[in-house]
């Protein structure tokens, strides 16, 4: 399974992006999608996550101005930034899972996509 990742960019703060992940080599119609980000020497952080059936979970942090969500006929997350911060600023790495904890334990990765946000 590949995971490709994009949409990221610069951005004023209080704008938006949209982020893709595409997914090839397999249908992930049973698999946990989810959104991770991960800030200059800081961890890898859970941002956003939704199941096979559309059930969305979000980090505190972005509750409210990010919204996750799939195309399963087009194996195909998205995440959706509004308001955007400047602490928001990191690589937005897409991820597919099984079982979808809220961790970085996921059995696929795409490749990342740099986020920047201006104040």
């Known amino acids: 399974v590949q995971l490709q990742a994009s949409g990221g960019g610069f951005v004023q703060a209080g704008g938006s992006l949209r982020l893709s992940c595409a997914a090839s080599?397999?249908?992930?119609?049973?698999?946990?999608m989810a959104w991770f980000r991960q800030a200059p020497g800081k961890e890898r952080e859970f941002v956003a996550r939704?199941?096979?059936?559309?059930?969305?979970y979000y980090a505190d942090s972005v509750k409210g101005r990010f919204t996750i969500s799939r195309d399963n006929a087009e194996n195909t997350a998205y995440l959706r930034m509004n308001s955007l911060k400047p602490e928001d600023t990191a690589v937005y790495s897409c991820?597919?899972?099984?079982?979808?904890?809220?961790?970085?334990?996921?059995?696929?990765w795409g490749q990342g996509t740099l986020v920047t946000v201006s104040s």
């Open positions: 939704i199941s096979k059936s559309g059930a969305t």
């Open positions: 080599g397999r249908t992930l119609l049973n698999y946990f």
């Open positions: 991820a597919a899972d099984l079982v979808g904890l809220l961790k970085p334990d996921y059995e696929y």
